[in-house]
């Protein structure tokens, strides 16, 4: 069996029909997610297959910006967030509900662990221009059929995913219906995209994560031509700074902080992504508040 190409994802067209594809593979991007911070198994996996799907969906991204993928709900995981750049960088953050019972998860749903009232939101952040978000509630078991039912109900798009994630590595697929632009007929249009998804969905969790990226597709689809793309690089990467939290600290009140301060010789601000921590002395609080002419270091 080919080696999985790790950290990367493939662009792929369907010559016969309007139906393009993407699959990723992650692992040190996966691994960077999840460790040190003492996930049970059953959410590292479930943080996987976010990452993945935020991947995936930035593939549409023609300009400078940000795509999130964020789960809200009552249950045990509070918050999932995953985001990924127009420049293929992750980083993802999970908030579970404090004193939750998360010994025994791995039977439990991506619904289940959301719980009651449950939405995602796909929020799409361009570096120039307007904020776009599109809100689905999770009435579906797993995040992949969230996500296709996201994609028909606000773009009229026929999309299926599929997701894979185990304690090495994480990956995904994603096939979608493009708007007509070849001259196949609707009719034959349609017959193609129900082929191609049965064929995609005989794919196993274990070649999702374990096959050569151009050996699973030739697996899945060496019936039809397809034409694929170089494999683009994926990683992980966290953009806070010691500036961010500054800003964090200034947003919270001159007031505030020095009473903070009064209680405590520095204040840390932790980055819920990446693991950093920024500490901030008295006196950098008098330079965020302009008491003194001096720069953070």
């Known amino acids: ?31 960077a997610a999840v460790s040190g911070r003492g996930f049970p198994e059953r959410i590292e996996l479930l943080l ?13 991204l023609k300009f400078e910006g940000i795509l999130s993928i964020q789960a ?6 509070k918050l999932l967030v995953a985001e990924c750049t127009n420049q293929k960088e992750l980083r993802a953050v999970v908030r579970l509900e404090e004193d939750a019972d998360t010994s025994n998860l791995s039977g439990l749903s991506f619904k289940e662990l959301i719980g009651s009232n449950g939405v995602i939101s796909i929020i799409i952040e361009p570096q120039d221009g307007e904020r776009y978000q599109g809100i689905v509630p999770v009435e579906y078991p797993t995040l992949a059929a969230c996500l296709e039912h996201y994609f028909f109900q606000s773009e009229q798009l026929n999309t299926k995913l599929w997701f894979a994630a185990d304690k090495h590595r994480c990956a995904g697929l994603l096939i979608q219906a493009l708007p007509k632009q070849l001259n196949a007929s609707s009719d034959t ?14 794919v196993k969790d274990v070649e999702l994560l374990e096959l050569g990226q151009d050996q699973l597709l030739y697996r899945l689809f060496n019936e039809f031509e397809v034409r694929t793309f170089d494999s683009t690089s994926v990683s992980f ?4 700074s010691k500036e961010r939290s500054a800003n964090a600290l200034i947003s919270l009140g001159e007031k505030d902080v020095f009473d903070l301060l009064d209680e405590q010789e520095t204040i840390t601000i932790d980055c819920q992504f990446c693991l950093s921590h920024y500490e901030f002395t008295r006196d950098d609080a008098k330079i965020l508040f302009n008491k003194e002419k001096h720069t953070l270091h």
């Open 237 to 240: 990467n966290c953009n806070c």
């Open 189 to 202: 249009n349609e017959e193609y995209w129900e082929t191609v998804v049965h064929l995609a969905s005989t």
């Open 48 to 60: 996987g297959e976010f990452l993945a799907a935020a991947s995936l969906l930035a593939s549409t």
């Open 72 to 77: 809200r709900g009552e249950g045990i995981v």
């Open 1 to 31: 069996m080919d080696q999985p190409t790790s950290d990367k994802q493939k662009r792929f067209l369907f010559e016969q029909a309007d139906i393009r594809g993407e699959v990723v593979q992650l692992e040190n991007t996966f691994q």
